[in-house]
C-alpha cells in the first residue's frame, strides 16, 4: 500500500481517471463472479493441513486468551505515523497513529486477531499494523509458495465505512530498514478493501513510481467481489501463489480458491522484475484509515464514520513446494554435525549459484555481500552442545575489502551466535576452510548464515558448513 512518497503499502493515490478504470473492472468482475457463489466457511476454523507435497513455513492460529496481545516470536508491532526515518503517514496518507495496545491488536479468545480502529473525544484514530518478524518469505527456486489467510473485514457498510482501509499484504525485505526504496523493491496486496464495498483488490507494485513499467501509484492490480456472503458479513479465504515452476513466473491472486488475478514475470522488463521477486518478504496485517485508496472511492474517514468494527484474522499460512536449493536434505531433518551444502538453502537473498571446482564437485554459493543472507531450515543440533562452526569460503575479493560470515538462530534479526572475519583467500575458487567458535547450541533451529561487510562489493563465497562439539 504506497503513494508517490516512495513508501509502501498499498496505496495509490490514483487519479479520478484511475478511479473510473477501477469501478469499470469492479463492476465487469462482479457479474462474472456473480455466476459462482461459493459457500462461506465457519466463524472459527484453524489452518488447514498442507496438501500432499507442500511444507508448511509459517503458521498462526491467534489462538490465546481474549484480550492478549499477538505471540511477538512471529510478529512485532509498526506504531506510530510511519516508519523511523521514513515517509510521513506511512507514505499513503492515512491518518491513524498505529499503536500495540490490545484496545487496537488483540486475540479475541475464539480463534481469531482482531485489529480495531478507533477514535478518541478529539476526532484522533488510532489502529493497528503487525508486521512478521521474518523477512524470508519466497518461493523456492523452480518451486511456488502460498500465502494465505483467512479474514472478514470490518462488518461496516456505507456512510458508517468512510475512510476504513483493512489489508493483508506483503513488502520486499530490502524494504525493511531502508523505506525509502518503494516500489522497486517489490509489494503484494493479497487483499485490500475500502468504504465498505463488497469489492477485494489484488496488486502487485514494482518499477519506479510515478508511472514507470508497473503503473505507479496505481500497480498492477485486480479486483473482485465476495460471493455467498459479502466481505464484511463473513470470513473468507485469500490468498497469493507465487508460481516458479512455469517458463514465465507467476503471482496469481485467489479469492475463496478461485484465481482472479494474475501478473507474469513477461509483463514488465527483466530488471524491474528481478528487483521486485529476487528476495525474501514479510507480511503485514492492517487497518487504516484514510489514505490514497480511501481517497480513490470517496474518501474519509469523517464525522459519520463509526470508531471500533475489526478486521478478523483466523490464521495466516506460508506454504511451499517444489524446486532445487532445499531437496537435499530435506528441510526439518537436517544434521548440524554433516555437511550441509550452500546450495541447499530453503530460502536466501542477494545469493548465486555456480559450479565449484573445490574438491567433491557440485555447486557454491557465490556474490555474497554486506546484507545477503541463507536460510537453512530445521538443523538439528541434539542435546549435547554444538560450541564450533566451520565454513569451506573462498574469496577473490579486492584489497581492502573484507567482511564476516555470521551464525543467527531462527531469525535474522537475532543476534550472532558465532562469526569469522574473510578476505582475499587469493580468488573466488581458491578454497579454505575457516572455524569459529559459537555459544552452545541445543536443540533445532532455522539457521541463517548472514554476511556483513563495511564495503558494498561481494567478498565471499560458500561452498559448505557444519558444526562440532
Avoid at 32 to 41: D, F, L, Y
Avoid at 55 to 60: I, R
Avoid at 67 to 75: H, I, K, L, M
Wanted: charged letters at 15%; a negative charge.
Amino acid at each position: 500500500m504506497s503513494d508517490t512518497s516512495g513508501s509502501p503499502r498499498t496505496s495509490r493515490r490514483r487519479p479520478r481517471s484511475v478511479r473510473r478504470a477501477l469501478v469499470a473492472v469492479v463492476s465487469t468482475l462482479g457479474l462474472a463472479a456473480a455466476a459462482a457463489a461459493v459457500a462461506t466457511p465457519s466463524a472459527s476454523a484453524s489452518a488447514p493441513p498442507p496438501p500432499s507435497g507442500w511444507n508448511q513455513v509459517f503458521v498462526d492460529d491467534f489462538d490465546g486468551p481474549a484480550g492478549s496481545g499477538v505471540d511477538t516470536s512471529r510478529w512485532q508491532y509498526a506504531t506510530g505515523k510511519g516508519y523511523p526515518g521514513g515517509p510521513a503517514n506511512w507514505g499513503t496518507g492515512e491518518i491513524e497513529t498505529m499503536t500495540s495496545s490490545t484496545e487496537n491488536v488483540s486475540l479475541d479468545g475464539n480463534g481469531n486477531l482482531r485489529i480495531t480502529p478507533r477514535r478518541d473525544g478529539a476526532g484522533n484514530w488510532t489502529s493497528g499494523r503487525i508486521e512478521t518478524n521474518r523477512t524470508d518469505f519466497q518461493p523456492p527456486s523452480g518451486g511456488k509458495m502460498r500465502v494465505e489467510g483467512r479474514i472478514q473485514v470490518p462488518d461496516v457498510t456505507g456512510a458508517a465505512a468512510r475512510g476504513y482501509w483493512p489489508a493483508f499484504w506483503m513488502l520486499g525485505a530490502p524494504y525493511r530498514g531502508n523505506y525509502w526504496n518503494w516500489p522497486s523493491v517489490g509489494e503484494l496486496d493479497i487483499m485490500e478493501n475500502t468504504q465498505g464495498m463488497n469489492t477485494v483488490f489484488a496488486t502487485m507494485h514494482c518499477g519506479t513510481s510515478p508511472g514507470g513499467p508497473c503503473d505507479e501509484t496505481s500497480g498492477i492490480g485486480g479486483s473482485t467481489t465476495c460471493q455467498g456472503t459479502s466481505c464484511q458479513a463473513g470470513f473468507h479465504t485469500y490468498r497469493m501463489e507465487w508460481d516458479r515452476s512455469t517458463s514465465v513466473e507467476e503471482i496469481r491472486f485467489y479469492l475463496d480458491g478461485n484465481n482472479f488475478h494474475t501478473v507474469r514475470e513477461n509483463q514488465v522488463d527483466a530488471t524491474t522484475w528481478s528487483n521486485a521477486t529476487d528476495h525474501g518478504f514479510y507480511i503485514i496485517l492492517n487497518v487504516a484509515m484514510g489514505g490514497g485508496f480511501p481517497d480513490a472511492f470517496g474518501g474519509g474517514p469523517d464525522a459519520n464514520t463509526q470508531p471500533g468494527h475489526s478486521m478478523l484474522v483466523d490464521y495466516v499460512q506460508v506454504l511451499t513446494t517444489g524446486g532445487g536449493g532445499n531437496t537435499d536434505p530435506p528441510a526439518g531433518d537436517r544434521d548440524a554435525y554433516g555437511t550441509i551444502q550452500a546450495e541447499s538453502y530453503d530460502a536466501q537473498s542477494g545469493a548465486m549459484t555456480e559450479t565449484t571446482s573445490d574438491s567433491g564437485g557440485g555447486q557454491n554459493v557465490g556474490a555474497l555481500a554486506n546484507g545477503d543472507w541463507l536460510q537453512f531450515r530445521g538443523v538439528k543440533f541434539g542435546s549435547t552442545p554444538a560450541r564450533q562452526f566451520s565454513a569451506r569460503v573462498a574469496s577473490g575479493a579486492g584489497s581492502g575489502i573484507s567482511g564476516l560470515v555470521e551464525v543467527r538462530l531462527d531469525s535474522r534479526s537475532n543476534a550472532p551466535v558465532g562469526s569469522f572475519a574473510i578476505a582475499d583467500t587469493g580468488g573466488w575458487q581458491s578454497w579454505r576452510t575457516v572455524p569459529a567458535n559459537i555459544s552452545p547450541v541445543t536443540g533445532t533451529h532455522d539457521v541463517y548464515l548472514t554476511f556483513s561487510s563495511g564495503q558494498p562489493a561481494d567478498f565471499v563465497n560458500v561452498n559448505w558448513f557444519t558444526f562440532a562439539h
